[in-house]
């Protein structure tokens, strides 16, 4: 798990896991133009999905957990060693209960180490309120908590 004002260390190391061939899932409060922007726009390894209720493919709801579960499994299907990202838990947070939240993030984990998948979280922690950060922090298996250049 990454806590960080903005994505900048979770962005490099996914762009060296892309640079050794790994598939990346990338779950994201960012619009879709905004992810391009920072990844190689053509390379097929990288699943890039905004958070957003836009009824467009590579959005998905961020009110919608079934959607975001069927995303996942279908990645996890499609192939093997990858990594899922998620970056915007507090925009899921604004439709759903924190609870609900936690239940599928662990799920999420639970899924992936059993197909040999990673995990990271992305989380600014200046928008999250500490005892929920805590609890996030609680289902990770590390933290990394650097504050951003601006």
Not at 45 to 64: A, Q, Y
Not at 83 to 112: C, D, H, P, Q, R
Not at 116 to 143: C, F, K
């Amino acid at each position: 798990m990454f806590e960080e004002e903005k994505a900048y260390n979770t962005n490099h190391l996914i762009r060296n896991e892309l640079k050794n061939g790994r598939r990346i899932l990338y779950i994201s409060k960012m619009p879709i133009g905004v992810l391009k922007e920072q990844f190689d726009k053509d390379n097929n390894l990288i699943d890039l999905r905004s958070l957003s209720p836009r009824p467009e493919s590579n959005c998905i709801s961020p009110m919608n957990v079934d959607a975001l579960m069927h995303t996942i499994q279908k990645f996890i299907e499609d192939g093997s060693d990858g990594i899922i990202v998620i970056n915007g838990i507090e925009i899921m947070e604004k439709w759903m209960s924190f609870s609900k939240i936690k239940s599928t993030i662990e799920y999420v984990k639970k899924l992936a180490l059993e197909n040999g998948y990673s995990v990271i979280i992305t989380q600014n922690p200046l928008v999250i309120n500490s005892h929920r950060l805590l609890m996030l922090e609680d289902i990770a298996d590390e933290v990394i908590s650097k504050k951003s250049k601006d």
